[in-house]
């Protein structure tokens, strides 16, 4: 085993290991829409911020251009956010990835909502601070409009569970 792979296999038993901890102090903390938030830039790679979102009912949908399961929610992902109020409820794509990669992935495969884009390891281990036991993606996050995670879901999601899920946080005829 390489010396990088020896560190990375240790590095993520450490995040495995503090991640009951660190839910524990998610759960009294404030907002995990401005808490440990790892670098984040667009696909053309300017930097970019979840500070929009903040008050708004927000899916962070954690992917990968590799991820097979990812590519086949997105079509459904995708419907949900057209169909949603923008001023109270977004669905936002976090890329492990390169911003080369998801350009060439746009290039494909087209979605209209945001995407945005992660160094992997520090994506992996902010997936890991919200619950991902696993590490495996997709992973999906439903934040509420005070930015306390309310849901979590390791796996592919369809349009209709997260829609039950968001009638749960909206105002009624959201």
């Known amino acids: 085993m390489s010396a990088s792979m020896s560190k990375r296999t240790l590095w993520l038993s450490l995040l495995l290991a503090l991640t009951p901890l660190a839910r524990v102090w998610a759960a009294g903390a404030g907002d995990v829409l401005q808490r440990d938030v790892p670098r984040l830039v667009t696909p053309a790679g300017a930097a970019a911020s979840l500070e929009p979102y903040r008050g708004r009912v927000v899916l962070l949908n954690f992917w990968a251009t590799w991820c097979g399961p990812c590519l086949k929610e997105m079509p459904d992902l995708d419907r949900l956010d057209a169909s949603l109020d923008h001023r109270q409820a977004a669905v936002i794509g976090i890329a492990a990835d390169g911003p080369a990669e998801v350009r060439a992935f746009l290039g494909k495969v087209k979605v ?53 899920q968001l009638q749960k946080l909206l105002p009624p005829h959201s």
Do not use: C, I, K
């Open 112 to 164: 209209q909502y945001p995407l945005l884009v992660g160094q992997p390891d520090a994506v992996f281990a902010w997936t890991a601070q919200l619950g991902n036991r696993s590490l495996g993606l997709p992973f999906s996050v439903l934040v509420d409009g005070r930015g306390q995670v309310r849901w979590t879901r390791s796996g592919a999601v369809t349009q209709a569970e997260l829609r039950a």
